[in-house]
């Protein structure tokens, strides 16, 4: 199981951003995959869940009406399209995969991630 994150970069405050995490390895649609960020010296949140079946798609208070997670049409990938960005965005983000619960869970109970994207939202 691999997963290999890009899309991040350097955007305006407002601007749009997507993020891919194509996945190697196995189907996506066989596991929980979410997506994690890690702003600088805070701990990892939480911010988007789409479970095996397409259900349970979660979107913590920090990326409700702004943010999408959705997979692409084989089931190999899945994106997470970030609209209206804020500084406060700005975070290394990671995918994971885990295939215990279809919710979004803590990140411990992720055995798999990538290697994380940069996304920084400039004033």
């Known amino acids: 199981v691999q997963l290999v994150e890009s899309g991040g970069g350097l955007v305006q405050r407002g601007g749009s951003l997507r993020l891919s995490c194509p996945a190697s390895?196995?189907?996506?649609?066989?596991?929980?995959i979410s997506w994690f960020r890690q702003p600088p010296g805070k701990e990892r949140e939480g911010i988007a869940n789409?479970?095996?079946?397409?259900?349970?798609?979660c979107y913590p208070d920090s990326g409700k009406g702004r943010f999408t997670i959705s997979p692409n049409s084989a089931k190999s990938s899945v994106y997470l399209q970030m609209n209206s960005l804020r500084p406060e965005d700005t975070a290394v983000y990671y995918c994971a995969a885990q295939c215990s619960v279809s919710i979004l869970a803590r990140a411990s109970a992720y055995p798999y991630w990538g290697q994380g994207t940069q996304v920084t939202v400039s004033s």
């Open positions: 390895g196995f189907r996506v649609n066989d596991y929980t």
């Open positions: 789409i479970s095996n079946n397409d259900e349970n798609i």
